[in-house]
């Protein structure tokens, strides 16, 4: 069972893979998580990794990121080209490699070889976030009340000082 929880405004979204064996053997799986990025209004990014994890990046700052989380520590991982993530999955082994350079890119995450024996539970927690700006922050300076009235003093001075020069005898 797939549980996605996610509050309106938050910046991740919790995804719990709730797996149960109702049979009479014991059973052995492998499972992925893997998406075709589009960050930032855009469909390419740069592949990263954050934490193990399999993440993306803007192309232009790099500091906006769309991350699958590895609540459960995930065994294997794979940032690349959109394409190779699918083969990947479908060949049923991730690479541990992460790409360079700005691509359409995807990611994925695997956990390996988890087992149940019959009538028991296995839960994997992961997730997606998004974090970051699209844009660099920038700091604004401020001034204090000092620092304002001495800069009006000095704007009003340079208007008196241009108005003498254009209107001599003012």
Same mark, same amino acid.
């Given at each position: @069972?797939?549980?996605?929880?996610?509050?309106?405004?938050?910046?991740?979204?919790?995804?719990? +893979? !709730?797996?149960?064996?109702?049979?009479?053997?014991?059973?052995?799986?492998? @499972?992925?998580?893997?998406? #075709?990025?589009? +960050?930032?209004? $855009?469909?390419?990014?740069?592949?990263? +990794?954050?934490?193990?994890?399999?993440?993306?990046?803007?192309?232009?700052?790099?500091?906006?990121?769309?991350?699958?989380?590895?609540?459960?520590?995930?065994?294997?991982?794979?940032?690349?080209?959109?394409?190779?993530?699918?083969?990947?999955?479908?060949?049923?082994?991730?690479?541990?490699?992460?790409? $360079?350079?700005?691509? #359409?890119?995807?990611?994925?995450?695997?956990?390996? *070889?988890?087992?149940?024996?019959? *009538?028991?539970?296995?839960?994997?927690?992961?997730?997606? $976030?998004?974090?970051?700006? !699209?844009?660099? =922050?920038?700091? =604004?300076?401020?001034? $204090?009340?000092? *620092? !304002?009235?001495?800069?009006?003093?000095? !704007?009003?001075? =340079?208007?008196? =000082? +241009?108005?003498?020069?254009?209107?001599?005898?003012?």
């Amino acid at each position: @069972t797939e549980t996605i929880t996610y509050v309106n405004g938050a910046p991740r979204a919790a995804i719990s +893979l !709730l797996f149960s064996n109702g049979g009479n053997a014991a059973v052995t799986w492998d @499972t992925f998580i893997g998406a #075709d990025l589009f +960050l930032a209004n $855009s469909d390419e990014g740069v592949p990263a +990794l954050v934490g193990g994890a399999a993440a993306g990046k803007d192309c232009i700052f790099q500091n906006y990121t769309i991350l699958f989380e590895n609540g459960t520590a995930n065994d294997r991982y794979s940032a690349n080209g959109y394409g190779t993530i699918w083969s990947e999955i479908a060949a049923g082994n991730l690479s541990n490699t992460v790409a $360079s350079g700005c691509l #359409d890119n995807g990611i994925a995450n695997e956990w390996t *070889g988890r087992n149940l024996t019959p *009538g028991t539970n296995l839960t994997i927690s992961t997730g997606v $976030s998004f974090t970051g700006a !699209l844009a660099p =922050v920038a700091t =604004v300076p401020t001034l $204090s009340v000092t *620092g !304002l009235t001495a800069l009006i003093a000095l !704007l009003g001075l =340079v208007g008196y =000082v +241009l108005a003498r020069k254009v209107f001599p005898g003012a």
